[in-house]
Structures are given as C-alpha cells and as structure tokens.
C-alpha cells in the first residue's frame, strides 16, 4: 500500500510562485515516477508535469519555461513560477509504481487571482 500526501497550495497574485510537495509512502520500492495533474473548473483534468526516478521530465507545453519538477526520495516538488489566472484549478498528485498500480493524492487548491 502506498499513501500520497500533497501540500502547499494556496492564493497567489498572477506572476507569483507557489511551490507543491508531493510525499509517498509505503511500498515504494518499485516506484516508477510521480508527476501533477490538474483539473480546473468545467474543464477536463489534465497532465501538468511528471518524472521519472530516472530523473526524465515532461510537462504541458503551458507550462514549459515556468513550472520545474524534481524529485527525490519518493517526494516530488512541482515550482511553479510565473503564474497565471489560467494555472488556478486543484492540482492533484500520483505515484506510479512498476507494474501499473498508481496512487493518488486528495488535492490541493492552486488559485491565481489578483
């Protein structure tokens, strides 16, 4: 069993930064890569950025030049910088383990708003 605890949302004025954490525990042994979705209102969720433990990273071309994500040590940061109205949703974040099975965290509420 693995459990995902996110942290680190908030209110931010657009051009700010925020900074998520993202903490697995468990059998993480066979941890394969964490990563954000987000889901805004009305709007599908969507793939914010992931990583591998192997260090390779992908990230929506939205946030490219903006975002960062790290890992280590089975917690992953995601720095969000720049921010934008459009970054406001519920980030939410997951562990994918070697052999298909993915946990997922509760969420934590981004909101950009001036």
């Known amino acids: 069993q693995v459990q995902v605890v996110e942290s680190g949302g908030g209110l931010v004025r657009p051009g700010g930064s925020l900074t998520l954490s993202c903490t697995a525990s468990g059998r993480i042994t066979s941890l394969n890569s964490m990563g954000w979705y987000r889901q805004a209102p009305g709007k599908e969720r969507e793939l914010v950025a992931a990583?591998?433990?192997?260090?390779r990273t992908n990230y929506v071309d939205s946030v490219k030049g903006r975002f960062a994500i790290s890992w280590g040590d089975g917690t992953t940061y995601l720095q969000m910088n720049s921010l934008k109205l459009e970054d406001t949703a519920v980030y939410y974040c997951y562990a994918h383990l070697f052999g298909g099975l993915e946990y997922w965290g509760q969420g934590t509420q981004v909101t950009v708003s001036s």
């Open positions: 990583v591998t433990t192997g260090g």
